[in-house]
């Protein structure tokens, strides 16, 4: 089975930088995906890494390190629109994708 | 290029009924998989259908059962519902290009049981 760890809720004000981290234990792994959640609405896919390293897209970018089992994302000039939740996610050897429980970013002005 | 589409968006029912949801994929995609978020949850894996076929399972009861049919469309069944399963019921679909497979979701069906 799958593990995923993320924290629960992170502030930041407008014009900043968060960073959510998200570590997780998996028995396979087929890449692992970001997705935005805003209230009431379906998930948004974000953005997907299966090597290490870095992925850019815009103002988000999501890392992956294999070895340690960890990735973050990274928002940069925060918006209020960017108020949501980020659901980090593993695919397994499987091919089920496991989610972790999400973690709620609100941007203060 | 119609996303993924659910149907009913909104549904109520009570204790013990019976209740099937729907769900056609993204144009050009062939697996459909159904989650359950529960509030302040992330998605929890039902199951997934490919070729007509459930390839995958998560662990739900056999009261949640599914069906593919051969458009790509999907169905979710669930028998003698439980207050428990008050949920957003979620369907992405996919399709894997070069190993790689991304699941794009629909809108989801929000059911209150009674």
């Known amino acids: 089975g799958q593990n995923i760890d993320q924290p629960t809720e992170m502030t930041a004000t407008e014009g900043a930088i968060v960073q959510i981290n998200c570590t997780y234990q998996?028995?396979?792994?087929?890449?692992l995906f970001w997705y935005q959640q805003h209230a009431g609405e379906a998930p948004t896919f974000l953005s997907y890494?299966?090597?290490?390293g870095l992925e850019e897209k815009g103002r988000f970018s999501s890392f992956l390190s294999r070895s340690k089992g960890y990735s973050y994302l990274l928002l940069k000039e925060l918006q209020m629109k960017d108020s949501a939740s980020y659901l980090c996610?593993?695919?397994?050897?499987?091919?089920?994708?496991?989610f972790g429980a999400g973690t709620t970013v609100t941007v203060r002005a | 290029d119609a996303g993924v589409t659910q149907s009913p968006t909104h549904l109520i029912k009570t204790r013990g009924q019976q209740v099937t949801l729907r769900c056609s994929p993204k144009?050009?995609?062939?697996?459909v998989s159904w989650y359950q978020q529960a509030l302040g949850q992330g998605p929890q894996f039902i199951f997934q259908?490919?070729?007509?076929?459930?390839?995958q399972r998560g662990n739900f009861p056999d009261r949640f059962s599914g069906h593919q049919f051969p458009n790509y469309s999907s169905e979710l069944n669930v028998n003698a519902l439980l207050l428990g399963d008050s949920a957003l019921y979620l369907c992405?679909?996919?399709?894997?290009?070069?190993?790689?497979?991304?699941?794009?979701f629909g809108p989801g069906t929000r059911l209150l049981v009674l």
């Open positions: 890494n299966v090597l290490d």
């Open positions: 996610a593993v695919m397994g050897s499987d091919y089920k994708l496991s």
């Open positions: 998996t028995s396979g792994f087929n890449g």
């Open positions: 259908y490919y070729e007509e076929e459930e390839r």
């Open positions: 992405a679909s996919s399709l894997v290009l070069a190993g790689r497979e991304t699941q794009y």
């Open positions: 144009s050009g995609h062939d697996t």
